[in-house]
């Protein structure tokens, strides 16, 4: 995210394409806000701000706009599929509201209703072409926009065609797409160009064997295996058809097997399936735009009874890794990634795996694991277990108002509080809003826990008291006792990170101060020969 600063560095800082003032005393355009954060995301992030002029020598006038800026930091996470947070500040007795955009993501521009906007100096336009192919070329070469020589419009299903146009008008709403003839609704989409049919053609619409002569690794294989054992899978499908002639079905096979998970919540009993559906078609859309066509090997698709492994080939995109997989995207085929757009198949700044990893969490399943990816395959594992039910009720407990305005890295961190891990450092800055959301507690100067309400909706208050700890005076009168209990010989320093193991010397150490400083405790010696004693 773009560095946070003062509104003391804000008067002070030059407004250009990185940051914009807005006056907005009373309100501003949500529409418009959202055109400028897409151009600050397209010009490598920045802040857009409100309650302060733009011309010099800037004021402070103050804003009502966006008065609940959580909801609107949502709403525009949702809408340009960028990362973008938010700073409130009372100056003098008048608001100034701050939203920090991210940069957009390698090789791909940010768009607001179709549209991707750019700052010419102080001045908002759609991006100059120019630009937008230059961000384009980050990604490198796309194969699937590439022209296949030999192949002709009769090489491509008109089924699997119609089964694409159907989603466009879904999506689009736009009815004309409806008496588009087969070649015309294939060049609007890019599909084939003057040059040709591209292999993004071939991959998604394609005849059984007409990809047999042309791209016969655009093929999809699923295995059921009742248990891990090796030798014959108990079924076994192949798809070498264009994905729109195959990807209904793919779900009709995973779903056959399909079990319910039986959870209850008071009087009612909730069904959880092991395979979400929304999560497997993901993960497979996933599979299908970012593999090498390039290289040889199909896509598998294996499922077990209790989890669903997907293997594509092709490493990561580069730039792209498990550590950053939620916060970059780079499509490796973006012309099968932008035609899936078109269709509503999948988001075209890649979201999916975000929505991936916000569905696990929501029903207390483990995270997509990765292990066995290298340089040549991803693999993706999704366990479908529910880990525990009690979670469940935790999720519910939030509710879908809250949960509507939380990011991936929000679920991310409950998740880890949740199962007492450590909060990964990159997702620490989500802890303010969870706790101004009444989700997570401050209990300490780095320490946070769920709210002790979400426990207890998961019948869990004794683990909020231990995760929080004892309260502070209870720990001086734990430190205290043991003092007085050793008596005449004294306590070193390292009997008291004994008695207290939870806690670090620093700690200790102030803990210990305050003891001093009310006249409870003193100390005979230095360093290590230090000694603890009571005042009688």
Known sequence: MYESMTVEEL???????????????NR????????????LANCGGGKLVFGITDARPRQVVGSRAFEQPERTRKGLIDKLKVMVDFQLFEYQGKRVLVFDVASRPLGLPVQADGIAWWYEGDSLIPMPEEIRRRIYAEAGFDFSGSVCPLAVLS?????????????????????????????QLLRDCEAITEEGITYAALALFGKRESLGKYLPQAEIIFEYRSSDASGPA??????????FACYNRLWELINLRNDKQHYQEGFFVY???TFNERVVREAILNAVSHRNYQMGGSVFIRQYRDRLVIESPGGFPNGISVDNILDRQLP????????LALCGLVERSGQGMNLIYELSIKEAKQLPDFSGTDENFVCITLNGVVLDTKMLSL????????METLSTGDFLVINALYHEMSVAENLRPCLKHLTELGIVEHVGRSKYVLARSLYAAAGKSGVHTRVVGLDRETNKELLLKHIRAN?????????LQQVLPGHSRNQIQVLMRELHKENKVYCEGKTKAGRWFAKT
């Open 11 to 25: 008067l002070e800082a030059k407004e250009g394409e990185n940051i914009q003032f807005k006056e907005a005393k």
């Open 28 to 39: 501003f355009d949500s529409g418009e806000a959202t055109k400028c954060c897409c151009a």
């Open 155 to 183: 090489d491509l299903d008109e089924t699997a065609i119609e089964a694409f146009r159907a989603r466009w008008v879904d999506k689009s709403g736009n009815r004309r797409i409806m008496s588009l003839s087969t070649e």
């Open 234 to 243: 108990n079924q076994r499908e192949e798809f070498r058809v264009g994905f």
């Open 271 to 273: 069904d959880i399936p």
């Open 332 to 339: 490796r085929n973006r012309r099968i990634a932008e035609i």
């Open 395 to 402: 999720i519910n407990q939030i509710g879908n108002e809250r």
């Open 487 to 495: 008596g005449d010989k004294g306590t070193p320093f390292k009997e």
